[in-house]
């Protein structure tokens, strides 16, 4: 029963630690969908470009998709014709970031940590869009008018549609309802690394740094967590006293490591540009875990469990939380019976 308490008593700090920066989040997500929508990418990327690894990464950095969210659009944009360095580009800084998971890091770790995070993704994108080797005789052009979507071809219905009901409905419907899940079983988990990790093993990953490198990866590999349901998880780690630059990892990387990105990569874009896709992602993370650990200021990146019980919590955060959870449970319950039905 203690455990039960002591279970629910950290999922709800946790909760109000992210909540708030989550809705906020959600918000910009839906304004930015209003501008910047999948066939706007498609027009901007869907062609061959010296600067086609930069615009890729450059792209992917604020769109809220997470790992397989990216899946169709990127794979659309191979068949438009956007070159391989594009998409790998794009396919790194995507699920790494996205404007909702800058805004709740942010509001979590604080601004050097969002910084670092964006930085790492967009280098990470540049150095395996620009090392992947070009090939055009796998692209399938298509140059059929684009409707795919509900934003390509304006009709009189779409044109009077309330900009405020459609930027909710997106964020709402189509981003938080996919995130839902995720970010639940990434709460849980992160509820409890905060209770099962023992303090010799937190001794244990700090002495060991680079041990611990090596293992965040693995743990990585077969967890599919989006950017922002990596962020409790990362915060769990950094409550215990875990190294901030093994922390950071799991945030950073672990988006776009997962089996599931992996196979898709190896699909669409074949063994070489799989290989290219991990060492760029492995070096540059683990260059700025190095950093972070060894030379950054340390307070930057302080966190323990005391100061996560601690802290005093605003009433922006407790009502965050609830409206947060709510919407969370919602979407989860009803995944959950759409299954049950099938």
């Not at 905060?194 to 093993?201: A, F, S, T, W």
């Not at 919590?313 to 299954?339: E, H, N, R, T």
Request: a neutral charge.
């Amino acid at each position: 029963m203690e455990f039960i308490l002591i279970f629910l008593h950290n999922f709800w700090e946790l909760s109000m630690m992210i909540g708030f920066y989550v809705l906020i989040g959600l918000i910009f997500v839906g304004v930015i969908h209003l501008y910047i929508s999948e066939d706007w990418i498609k027009k901007h990327l869907g062609s061959q470009s010296k600067y086609s690894a930069l615009k890729g990464a450059l792209y992917g950095i604020p769109l809220p998709l997470c790992s397989c969210g990216v899946i169709p659009l990127a794979s659309s944009l191979r068949q438009k014709g956007a070159s391989k360095k594009a998409v790998t580009s794009f396919y790194i800084t995507t699920p790494m970031t996205g404007i909702d998971s800058i805004i709740a890091t942010y509001g979590v770790f604080g601004l050097p940590m969002a910084i670092i995070r964006v930085i790492s993704s967009f280098i990470s994108g540049i150095i395996a869009g620009s090392l992947t080797k070009e090939s055009y005789d796998d692209i399938q052009e298509e140059n059929k008018p684009c409707c795919s979507s509900s934003d390509c071809c304006s009709t009189n219905k779409t044109e009077q549609e309330n900009k405020l009901k459609k930027a909710y409905n997106y964020a709402m419907h189509e981003v938080f309802s996919d995130l839902a899940k995720p970010m639940f079983y990434g709460l849980i988990l992160a509820t409890l690394f905060l209770l099962l990790i023992p303090n010799n093993g937190v001794e244990f990953l700090n002495d060991n740094l680079f041990v611990s490198y090596v293992l965040i990866f693995l743990v990585a590999l077969p967890l599919y967590v989006c950017s922002i349901s990596a962020i409790p998880i990362a915060l769990s780690m950094l409550a215990l006293g875990v190294s901030p630059g093994v922390a950071f990892i799991f945030l950073a990387a672990a988006p776009a490591t997962n089996i599931i990105t992996a196979g898709i990569i190896k699909k669409i874009l074949g063994n070489d540009v799989l290989i290219v896709y991990l060492i760029s992602i492995i070096l540059v993370t683990v260059s700025f875990a190095l950093m972070i650990d060894f030379v950054f200021p340390k307070e930057w990146f302080t966190y323990t469990v005391g100061s996560l019980e601690s802290e005093s919590k605003s009433v922006l955060d407790i009502c965050g939380a609830i409206i947060f959870l709510a919407i969370m449970f919602y979407f989860v319950i009803k995944q959950w019976s759409v299954y049950k039905k099938v």
